[in-house]
């Protein structure tokens, strides 16, 4: 059997760190902020290169808090991929403003920077990319577009760390950065943590603050805030694993190079990278017209795959009353029928990529 994904298998291979990370926080008696909180926002500001790192309970919320830290909210709209997990579309509609959504560029899963600048409209405060699968979006021309309409950059790195653009990593190109550390993301917690990262150091302070009930000082509450903060368990795990993280970026660059060699001339359509982009391989995404019955063969032979994403955010019952019609947005639509997520991550050896060809011969 080749799971898609073993969580168990990370722990498993630092174990004793991470019990010690645990026990240490147990021990501090500190257990809302503190030293491992602190300590992981400097070290993951610094991994990022950008000026400042402030920890959240989730990544949905870094989006929210970030787009309410540009003061985007009713009226302003924001532009989105269709192609993307519907936190980004989520964190959008809960700050009360619209969506502008934007196809993708079936080459690379990713906001098509060229369809953008037409979607522009008096209305638009922000353009929000996502770095869909590990795959930097092409951000150059999204942050010229940004200058000229004076717009906010709010990018989607929920899947991307350690992911590099034109050789420079993913966290400060926009005004704001936003990180999942969900358990399967590629720097996973062993429950919920977020971040944002930023060069802005008045963003960096309204998330922190937002974060915290509007409150910098305590009982003294300056806005309408809420509570999502970074958990220090969190934080003392995500430590212990971000100096693991570049070697486990390499096994799966090395696992998504098998597979580039495996799979080729299987007939089914495979990740393209573009020249200037270092993939995180969050996942290996797959097309092909004869998806189900791929799915199924896979199955058969003991290879887990997962459909990244089976429905589109504006096909979604939470999007019905947006009243968009399935064809209104056709590459969101014709890649949920072709794609197709094969195992990745850190403890699969690249020879399991034989093991798929031969599943396909
Ligand atoms: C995982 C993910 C999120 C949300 O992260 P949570 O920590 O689960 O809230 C947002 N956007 C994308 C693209 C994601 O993959």
Redesign the pocket.
């Known amino acids: 059997m080749i799971p898609f994904l073993d969580l168990h298998a990370g722990y498993a291979e630092l174990q004793p760190e991470i019990d010690a990370a645990v026990a240490r926080v147990l021990d501090s008696g500190c257990y809302i902020g503190g030293e491992d909180v602190a300590g992981f926002e400097a070290e993951w500001a610094a991994y990022c290169s950008a000026a400042h790192c402030v920890g959240t309970g ?4 870094a ?1 929210i808090l970030s787009l309410r830290a540009c003061g985007i909210g009713p009226g302003d709209g924001v532009i989105v991929p269709s192609n ?2 519907i ?2 579309w989520l964190a959008v509609s809960a700050v009360g403003a619209t969506l502008q959504p934007v196809e993708t560029d079936p080459a690379t899963h990713n906001i098509d920077p060229a369809r953008i600048a037409a979607a522009v409209t008096p209305e638009t405060r922000a353009i929000m990319p ?1 770095h ?1 699968y590990g795959q930097p979006a092409d951000l150059d021309p999204i942050l010229e577009i940004a200058r000229a309409h004076d717009l906010r950059v709010i990018e ?1 790195a ?2 991307a760390h350690g992911a590099r653009y034109k050789g420079r990593r993913i966290g400060a190109h926009g005004d704001a950065v936003c990180w ?3 358990p399967g ?1 590629n720097l996973g917690a062993m429950g ?1 943590a ?1 971040a944002v990262t930023t060069d802005d150091p008045e963003i960096a302070a309204r998330v922190r603050r937002l974060g915290n009930y509007g409150s910098d000082r305590k009982y003294v509450n300056v806005e309408r805030g809420v509570n999502s903060r970074l958990d220090p368990l969190q934080a003392a795990i995500l430590r212990v694993k971000l100096a693991h993280l570049d070697e486990w970026t390499e096994r799966r660059r090395a696992l998504a190079a098998a597979y580039a060699e495996a799979l080729e001339g299987t007939g089914l359509t495979l990740p393209q990278v573009p020249k200037w982009a270092e993939p995180a391989w969050h996942l290996y995404v797959v097309r092909s017209p004869e998806r189900d019955a791929l799915q199924a063969r896979l199955t058969e032979a003991g290879v887990g795959t997962l459909i990244h994403y089976p429905i589109p955010p504006h096909m979604q019952e939470a999007y019905a009353d947006l009243g968009l019609a399935p064809d209104s947005l056709p590459m969101a639509k014709q890649l949920a029928g072709e794609v197709l997520s094969l195992p990745m991550g850190p403890h699969l050896e690249p020879e399991a990529s034989w093991r798929l060809r031969d599943a396909l011969a």
């Open positions: 989730n990544g949905l919320d989006l993307t997990y936190a980004t996502v869909l989607d929920a899947q999942s550390f969900y993301k919920d977020g």
